[in-house]
């Protein structure tokens, strides 16, 4: 495995860094760590654009529940529905890991409720949300 595919393999853990100057960060390593070196390595960090989320999203109330729809992304593992009984939330997690585009979300209890959707993109994680959708009512 090469150093990228490394640094990429725990891009999801928390790194202590001490930041120097833009684009190379320093790891702090505690004395005897088995580096053989007492000094910081130096790690370059390149810039990473979060990559957007679904454009559409389609609501269809049906009976306690509620039909969530929406476009498929090319570069999506799967997907991740939020709900909220307001538009400015705050959003819950409805569904995670979602591998088709639809998720029947219910039985719900009476009331409007606001969708987004995010994907999860293989190499840089969750994307930024759709934008928020509804009310759709549930009687």
Request: charged residues 15%.
């Amino acid at each position: 495995m090469n150093t990228i595919e490394s640094l990429r393999a725990i891009t999801r853990r928390a790194i202590p860094l001490n930041y120097h100057s833009p684009g190379v960060c320093h790891l702090p390593i505690p004395p005897g760590s088995g580096t053989g070196s007492s000094t910081p390595s130096e790690l370059e960090f390149l810039p990473v654009r979060q990559k957007a989320g679904p454009t559409t999203v389609i609501l269809t109330a049906q009976g306690d529940s509620v039909l969530v729809e929406w476009n498929e992304l090319s570069y999506a593992f799967s997907y991740v529905v939020y709900r909220a009984s307001d538009p400015n939330g705050p959003f819950s997690l409805a569904a995670a890991n979602v591998l088709v585009l639809s998720f029947v979300d219910g039985p719900l209890a009476p009331g409007d409720y606001y969708y987004k959707i995010t994907a999860i993109e293989p190499d840089f994680g969750e994307t930024t949300a759709s934008p928020v959708t509804g009310p759709v009512t549930v009687i």
